[in-house]
């Protein structure tokens, strides 16, 4: 899980990165990201609850323990809320060009 949280969290620098140069390539990259972050939290949420309550248990201590990075994220609602409102934006600035 570290791992998988260390892939996403280097990923979107990288389109943040991008995005701060305007490029789009930065709109490709969040979206790839904040797709995968929903996915990723929803993947764990069914794991919790589908697998015996042992190993539930121990999902879940894993969960907590590597998901430091992106338990933030999970509690603001960032990746839902910044897909949403970057695809908005940059329809936006499609029409306007």
């Known amino acids: ?12 620098i990288f389109g943040g990165t991008k995005l701060l ?13 904040f797709a995968a972050e929903i996915t990723y939290f929803m993947t764990l949420g069914i794991l919790w609850r589908a697998v015996p309550p042992s190993v539930s248990m ?13 338990s933030p994220q999970l509690i603001c609602g960032y990746p ?3 897909l949403i409102f ?10 306007i060009i």
């Not at 121990?58 to 992106?70: D, E, H, P």
């Open 58 to 70: 121990s999902i879940a201590a894993a969960t907590g323990v590597g998901s430091m990075g992106l």
């Open 86 to 95: 970057l695809n908005l934006r940059r329809q936006r600035l499609q029409t």
């Open 80 to 82: 839902l809320v910044a």
């Open 21 to 33: 140069q305007l490029r789009t390539l930065g709109v490709l990259v969040c979206n790839a990201v």
């Open 1 to 12: 899980m570290t791992t998988v949280n260390l892939v996403i969290l280097t990923l979107l």
